[in-house]
């Protein structure tokens, strides 16, 4: 079984296996933000925007599984929300470096683990997407 070729559903196994990582990852991120913002009223907005886009990756990446017959759409998907992860871990790292909490430090690295498989699936559907278009013409 080639590691490149389109499966059932449209997704390569990788993409499949990094989509499956992504969510693992929101719905963890989306559990103890869930906690931080129940036990403390008084969370600043970078809290806030983690939470919706955790909560949005669950609900999104549930239909990424099936709109992954569609390449051009799930490139721009994967694109659209590696931006938005890369904000989260940008928030997650100005807010929680410093923390002497367990629970903020794996908000930190599995919103970066969420950043990194969003960032593969945009350089592996990129290549996928372009991989033999060749040009013909000499300009």
């Known amino acids: 079984m080639e590691l490149t070729r389109r499966g ?42 983690e939470e919706v886009i955790s909560v949005l990756t669950v609900v999104f990446f549930l239909l990424a599984f099936f709109i992954g017959a569609y390449p051009d759409h799930l490139l721009v998907f994967n694109l659209v929300f590696s931006y938005l992860w890369i904000v989260a871990v940008a928030f997650t790292a100005s807010d929680f470096t410093y923390s002497n909490s367990a629970l903020a430090e794996t908000v ?16 592996h559907e990129w290549h996928i997407g372009y991989d033999g278009v060749r040009s013909t013409s000499r300009v």
């Open 8 to 49: 059932r559903y449209g997704l390569t196994p990788l993409l499949f296996v990094s989509n499956i990582l992504i969510w693992i990852s929101a719905v963890i991120v989306m559990g103890i933000l869930s906690y931080f913002i129940s036990t403390n009223n008084n969370q600043g907005s970078h809290i806030i925007y």
């Open 108 to 123: 930190e690295a599995f919103s970066f683990i969420a950043f990194f498989c969003l960032l593969f699936n945009v350089v």
